[in-house]
């Protein structure tokens, strides 16, 4: 008995196609309306489909903003954040909402490069101009989109160690 392919897994596979033929470039604004008219289905096969490539290597993230779907490359992603119940990734173009919980983005994330610095907080090590250590119990952290954060008390020791 063979294994039955439904209308999601085709249409990742088309997307995935048009990715390695370039029609559709990583970094790339997706309608996702569009998408579906082109492939000749509804919006949520379309979905599917770019969830499952999102959750593959190398891992790229699905963005969304308002009906587009953007994919993230981790090189672009400067930090990843939550509130208000979202988790958004801030790229340097642009803010997208990201459909999974931070946890689950530290799982995918490249751990070479991107670290927890708080409960509702991720940054990529290569974003980072610099760390101040003067504030007496925190470090306040510079990134390359000129955003400030800083790292909570719970995290200090792991990028104290991370620094050396």
């Keep these: 008995m063979s294994e039955k392919i439904t209308l999601a897994d085709q249409i990742y596979a088309d997307i995935k196609k048009d990715i390695t033929n370039k029609q559709l470039v990583s970094g790339e604004k997706i309608n996702i309306k569009e998408l579906a008219r082109k492939y ?9 489909a770019l969830q499952r490539l999102a ?31 979202k988790v958004f990734a801030v790229t340097e173009d642009d803010e997208y909402q990201v459909r999974l919980r931070l946890y689950e983005l530290e799982d995918r994330l490249d751990r070479k490069f991107f670290v927890r610095i708080s409960n509702s907080e991720i940054i990529n090590l290569r ?25 909570s008390r719970r995290y200090i020791a792991k990028i104290k160690q991370l620094l050396g």
Excluded: H, W
């Excluded at 000749?40 to 599917?48: A, I, N």
């Excluded at 790229?60 to 954040?81: C, D, P």
């Excluded at 003067?134 to 790292?151: D, E, K, M, P, R």
């Design 127 to 151: 974003k980072i101009e610099e760390f101040d250590m003067s504030f007496t119990g925190t470090i306040c952290v510079s990134l390359s989109n000129g955003a400030v954060t800083y790292v």
């Design 55 to 85: 959750e593959e290597k190398p891992r790229l993230l699905a963005g969304f903003k308002k009906e587009t779907v953007s994919l993230l490359e981790q090189e672009k992603i400067i930090r990843i954040y939550a509130a208000n119940s």
């Design 40 to 48: 000749g289905v509804s919006d949520t096969p379309v979905k599917q």
